[in-house]
């Protein structure tokens, strides 16, 4: 299995391919279903897409926190603080960027949203 999102982080809209991760309103967004296997989640890319487009310090921000952010996912479903029975969503903040996962109660995946963190305005 391999952690990075090859293929993935160039820009693209996919509103003619199936969404596979998280509702998410915000664009750009980068959506998964991830299998879940025990503890360990595999990333399959046929089961991700963009939306909308990323710059190009948000793409590479988010090719290098995607295996962080996989290693967390994992770390919360040994702690059951994401539990593959019950649906919970939990919110990440990595490199300038928003994940939100959830399993949905499904029992075998792991859906998820990734978009660059909205700046606050004073």
């Given at each position: 299995m391999s952690d990075t999102l090859s293929g993935t982080t160039?820009?693209?809209?996919n509103h003619d391919r199936p969404w596979w991760g998280l509702p998410c309103t915000?664009?750009?967004c980068f959506g998964?279903?991830?299998?879940?296997?025990?503890?360990r989640l595999h990333y399959l890319t046929d089961r991700a897409g963009i939306r909308g487009r990323f710059s190009?310090?948000?793409a590479n921000h988010l090719d290098q926190a995607f295996p962080?952010?996989?290693k967390q996912l994992e770390l919360m479903l040994t702690s059951s603080e994401l539990n593959p029975h019950r649906q919970n969503t939990v919110t990440l903040?990595?490199?300038?960027?928003?994940c939100h996962a959830d399993t949905l109660g499904s029992c075998g995946y792991v859906y998820l949203a990734v978009y660059p963190t909205p700046e606050m305005k004073n």
């Open positions: 160039h820009p693209d809209d915000v664009t750009p998964a279903r991830l299998v879940q296997e025990g503890n190009d310090a948000d962080l952010l996989m903040y990595v490199k300038g960027l928003t």
